[in-house]
């Protein structure tokens, strides 16, 4: 799988994979940012080929396979600094894009100088991330997510209903959610394999164990996947392109705008409406999202223009 990249490429992603333990998507994401980085290196470093003339349809047919040691120590720190500006001003990657490309930079340049000691020198240690804005995440409000339910109905409301109480009480990623097989739900809780395949328990509240309830009553016996909890008309598991669709479908009858709210955007709903009307605090919310950073559980904490009147209404010079 990994014959468009040079051996020492290689090496660091099975490094990465099986000594730092990191997940299936994290090396994939590594794979293609460190081969597009280093077909562009490659490319800048040839003299006889101008900074003008590259492109993305050139770098795609770049090939690096036969890069070896003494390219990557010939890598210095203004070679980054030309790739960052073609991923800014040619390609207009978004920030969020060139820090994850950045972040794989750096990891391969510490593993080269650190653990493999082939750098005395490590090009990318003064390579700075961008700047990311924070935005504060779209949420529905409480009445918005009571007339989302309201709003299921048709050959697949049972189910439809589960998926969607699951994602408004526990706050689950896409992923986590169709991935849920019979086993991993135990009595009022539910086992949830995350990123990072970092494993966490959820609790399933009443809202959850009735529409789990009674979606399980009605679900087909004779399917294709036993194991999966929610499976498609056709009895395999439910994908997340169908639960997408689905989550749209709702949200457009419930008189929602469905290019604003997705199932991402539902998991913002459930963190919000759990810290604003449950009182739930920060630790015990990155818990239940199973956030490896409190920073990550911060967005979901912020307080809403509401919120901003109340305090003023509150303040004591407000009736002098």
Do not use: W
Not at 26 to 36: A, F, N, P, Q, W
């Amino acid at each position: 799988m990994y014959d468009d990249i040079p051996d020492f490429l290689k090496e660091f992603l099975l490094y990465m994979q099986n000594i730092k333990n990191r997940s299936k998507s994290t090396i994939r994401e590594y794979h293609y940012d460190l081969r597009d980085a280093f077909r562009f290196l490659k490319l800048f470093k040839d003299k006889n080929i101008k900074f003008k003339d590259i492109n993305d349809e050139v770098i795609e047919k770049t090939d690096i396979s036969e890069l070896n040691i003494n390219f990557v120590k010939e890598i210095e720190l203004t070679d980054l600094y030309e790739y960052l500006n073609y991923l800014s001003n040619i390609r207009s990657d978004k920030p969020t894009t060139r820090a994850r490309k950045i972040a794989a930079l750096k990891s391969f340049f510490n593993y080269m100088t650190f653990k493999q000691k082939f750098l005395d020198k490590n090009p990318a240690v003064e390579l700075e991330t961008p700047k990311l804005s924070k935005r504060l995440p779209k949420y529905l409000s409480l009445d918005e997510s009571v007339t989302l339910l309201h709003s299921i109905d048709g050959k697949f409301e049972k189910r439809d209903t589960c998926i969607i109480t699951l994602f408004l009480n526990c706050g689950l990623r896409l992923s986590e959610l169709v991935a849920i097989n019979f086993k991993d739900i135990r009595d009022d809780t539910l086992h949830v394999v995350g990123k990072g395949d970092k494993e966490r328990s959820v609790y399933l509240n009443n809202a959850c164990q009735k529409a789990l309830e009674e979606y399980i009553s009605i679900r087909p016996k004779d399917v294709k996947d036993r194991d999966a909890l929610f499976v498609s008309e056709r009895g395999t598991r439910i994908g997340k392109r169908t639960v997408e669709m689905m989550v749209k479908k709702y949200i457009t009858l419930a008189g929602l705008d469905p290019k604003k709210y997705s199932p991402h955007k539902l998991r913002h709903t459930a963190a919000t409406l759990m810290h604003k009307y449950g009182g739930v605090d920060i630790r015990s919310l990155q818990q239940i999202l199973g956030h490896e950073s409190v920073s990550t559980t911060e967005i979901y904490t912020h307080v809403d223009s509401e919120q901003v009147r109340e305090a003023l209404e509150k303040n004591p010079l407000n009736n002098m």
